[in-house]
């Protein structure tokens, strides 16, 4: 951190893409289908706004950072008090919040429970598309529905959005869809969350050649440590449409993140996460590599420190990228409260 971060980032932060929940919100049973990876449960049963906060304070020592915050749900969880928790966090720590939606939620109802929760807009995920439909068959508008979009075009709300299917950024119906919706909804304030989940170089495909062409998808590098997808986002994308996110509280995770044909895996130290070995994405690791393990956190932004100096970024781009960008996008969507 003091040797290549502390320096790097402002001392202002605004991290666009955090998780805060307690245990007493999931439900006591798995549902079948699961159409996500269950590594992220093994690193933080719960996060409590308190423990958030503080978080930061231990991470960032000087720097002022101020959180999204959103609850972490799924299937059977009880939606209505993981979004209440987040509703009472964020006016008690004044902070810019979203709510999580299913693609039930529709018209008034939705528009409603969105602005009398004081929220901004809202986060949706593919967990909550139909049970029914195969997970790699999954496609954006089966969680992101055509009325969420349309409420959030009229409202000017942000969208957090978690793209699906195997293929990921590079995966063509992604794409074109992506690219619809930032055609069509051009008051939503749609962020594509972990770079489109491109998180080897493998992901990007031809995928920029065509969303370079987008001109109102903001995209946040959360949960990526990968130098070379950032230095194709930064190449390809404007800065201003470029957002700094964490995905708190994994990013506490203790990892060092490699690629091996195409698929990411997490090297953690032996024993410290439980038994992983039914996660394909974690690998254990002993000695010199596990005793130096650096925080997620940071290798999150040295990855991006480092694509800048691959791509030459101006001066000024990084403190946009880390807070600007978001600081201009919170206000257009209606938040009032202190940001300085």
């Not at 496609?139 to 299917?165: Q, S």
């Not at 491109?198 to 370079?212: I, N, P, Q, S, T």
């Not at 994308?237 to 957002?243: A, E, G, V, Y």
Request: charged content about 30%.
């Amino acid at each position: 951190y003091n040797t290549y971060i502390k320096e790097f980032i402002p001392d202002k932060i605004i991290d666009v893409h955090t998780h805060v929940w307690l245990t007493e919100f999931k439900r006591k049973k798995e549902i079948q289908p699961r159409r996500t990876v269950t590594w992220p449960s093994m690193v933080a049963k719960d996060n409590s706004i308190e423990d958030h906060m503080n978080s930061y304070r231990i991470m960032f020592p000087e720097k002022k950072v101020i959180p999204v915050i959103f609850s972490n749900l799924s299937p059977g969880d009880d939606l209505d008090a993981g979004n209440g928790y987040i509703r009472s966090c964020a006016e008690q720590y004044k902070l810019p919040s979203l709510m999580y939606a299913t693609p039930e939620m529709k018209g008034e109802v939705l528009e409603r429970a969105v602005n009398e929760g004081g929220f901004l807009g809202i986060k949706v995920y593919l967990d909550f598309s139909s049970p029914q439909i195969p997970k790699n068959e999954i496609c954006i508008y089966d969680f992101l529905t055509r009325d969420h979009l349309e409420a959030a075009d009229k409202n000017g709300w942000i969208v957090m959005l978690h793209i699906p299917r195997n293929d990921r950024l590079k995966d063509p119906l992604n794409i074109a869809q992506m690219t619809e919706i930032d055609r069509t909804y051009k008051n939503a304030k749609v962020i594509i969350a972990h770079v489109g989940r491109a998180y080897c170089f493998e992901d990007v495909g031809d995928a920029f050649e065509h969303l370079r062409k987008t001109e109102r998808l903001y995209f946040d590098i959360s949960a990526n440590c990968n130098e070379q997808v950032f230095t194709e986002l930064l190449k390809n994308i404007d800065r201003k449409r470029i957002l700094f996110g964490s995905d708190l509280p994994i990013l506490k995770m203790r990892t060092k993140r490699i690629c091996e044909n195409g698929m990411y895996i997490n090297l953690i130290p032996k024993g410290l996460y439980g038994d992983v070995s039914g996660d394909p994405h974690m690998r254990e690791c002993t000695g010199e590599i596990a005793e130096q393990m650096p925080l997620f956190m940071y290798e999150e932004i040295d990855a991006f420190r480092k694509a800048t100096l691959n791509t030459g970024l101006k001066e000024g781009a990084v403190e946009d990228i880390f807070y600007n960008n978001a600081c201009r996008m919170l206000r257009e969507a209606g938040f009032t409260k202190d940001l300085d």
